[in-house]
């Protein structure tokens, strides 16, 4: 995996082969970050960063100037790779072992930017619960993004709060907002 911006443009990372991961490509985290750029100065916003795997989304973060990120991952070796990573090039990520869904339900901590990346191979409904668990526990902060990452046979434009998808290759990110920030009333 390679960083595609920032101070750490360039830099390539290579994650333990044994870790149960499949990383966002960068095509398809450039086109995002492309998106986001438009919207958000990286430097004044908070991420959270679910199923955070190699830590990937949180280091590009991270190199364009986010210094309150929050990765969580249920897997010991992930949570490790990405301390360890971040402490490499010194970047502010804290890193979590916690299942998503429970640390979900206890944490309250908002932020700009939830985005997460859970396995292409969950259903339909564990992808919609996650959205579901965010805007009932209020952690998205007003003008946010909730961005699920997700194959392209996943349909959640139906789901409550969302807002636009954009595919690349089999991967496609659906974008949540807030009722307020679409321009509706609740």
Known sequence: MRIISGKHKGRRLTAPKKLPVRPTTDLAKESLFNILNNHYYFHEIS?????????????????????????VDGDYGCVSFIKKTAALLDLDITAIKSDVYKFLERTHLKSDIIFADPPYAFTQEQF???????????????????????????????APYFSFSKGYGGSVFSFFQLPEALGEEE
């Open 47 to 71: 991420v959270l960063d679910l199923f955070a795997g190699t830590g990937n989304i949180s280091y590009e973060f991270a190199s364009r100037g986010t210094e309150q990120i929050t990765a």
């Open 128 to 158: 919609e619960r996650i959205a579901s668990i965010v805007f009932e526990r209020d952690l998205l902060l007003a003008d946010g993004f909730l961005i699920l990452e997700h194959a392209k046979e996943t349909k959640l434009d139906h």
